[in-house]
């Protein structure tokens, strides 16, 4: 008898442990809740874009001094940032109504501006030095005039598209918004020779691309709050990074 009552006490445990393990992907309410989101995937996508950006810049040849590579370290940051997008973030990310199906995040942005600028401070970027200035003649003299030495620098710009746009298409747009930002006149020194002026320094450019895309559960066959109706949409988060490196003449 007291062997049939252990069994039946270890029995009434193996079947408590399976009916909570059958609740834990429930809500209180009894639906069932969405599975965690996944760990996003990262891609660095910098050649194919520059190859781009070549075909359409004026410059025949095309600067040497301005380079297209991926870097890691650039992927790592986007990965960090990228992680503070909450579901609001990613959702509207997907359901965009821009014209351009890409979208610039910046200051004026009430989604993902958070993101943006813990991706500055990972890439250790500055306000007031972008992607459209980093290389201009203002920018270099400005940075040339402080100091005997002078330090690298580093603009950045985050984008989000919705990843029902095709890989091709995406780097198609990125090209364009970076040719429109006429990054091949970015100057190898200042234009002004004089040392009043600065014009002590040779300049190269590197230009990285990493994408990340992060997956967001949908509920119920649509997505909260929009009014769209998607199966786990996916926002792709792109960064571009430009690190200036300075020579001494």
């Not at 990310?93 to 991706?119: H, T």
């Not at 100057?187 to 994408?211: I, K």
């Amino acid at each position: 008898m007291k062997l049939k009552k252990i069994a039946s006490l270890m029995l009434a445990g193996v079947m408590a442990v399976s009916m909570l393990a059958g609740c834990s992907n429930t809500s209180g309410n009894g639906g069932q809740l969405p599975p965690d989101d996944d760990d996003g995937e990262v891609t660095g996508i910098s050649a194919d874009v520059g190859a781009l950006v070549k075909e359409k810049s004026d410059k025949d040849p095309f600067p040497s001094y301005i380079t297209f590579e991926d870097s890691a370290e650039l992927d790592a940051d986007l990965a960090y940032a990228a992680g503070f997008a909450d579901v609001w973030d990613s959702l509207l990310g997907y359901v965009n109504a821009e014209p351009n199906k890409l979208v610039v995040v910046d200051g004026n942005n009430i989604v993902a501006a958070d993101i943006r600028e813990e991706l500055m401070d990972a890439v250790g970027a500055e306000d007031g030095v972008w992607i459209d200035n980093i290389g201009s003649d203002e920018v270099l003299k400005q940075a040339e005039n402080t100091s005997n030495t002078m330090d690298d620098a580093v603009a950045v710009r985050l984008y989000m598209a919705s990843s029902v746009i095709g890989e091709a298409n995406l780097k198609e747009l990125i090209a364009r918004d970076l040719d429109s930002e006429g990054i091949d006149e970015y100057l190898y020194s200042t234009q002004d020779g004089s040392t009043q002026n600065g014009s002590n320094y040779n300049h190269e450019y590197t230009v990285s691309v990493s994408t990340y895309t992060k997956t967001v559960n949908s509920v119920g066959g649509g997505i909260i709050g929009t009014g769209a109706v998607a199966e786990d949409p996916s926002v792709v988060f792109v960064a571009v990074q430009v690190v200036r490196t300075s020579t001494h003449q």
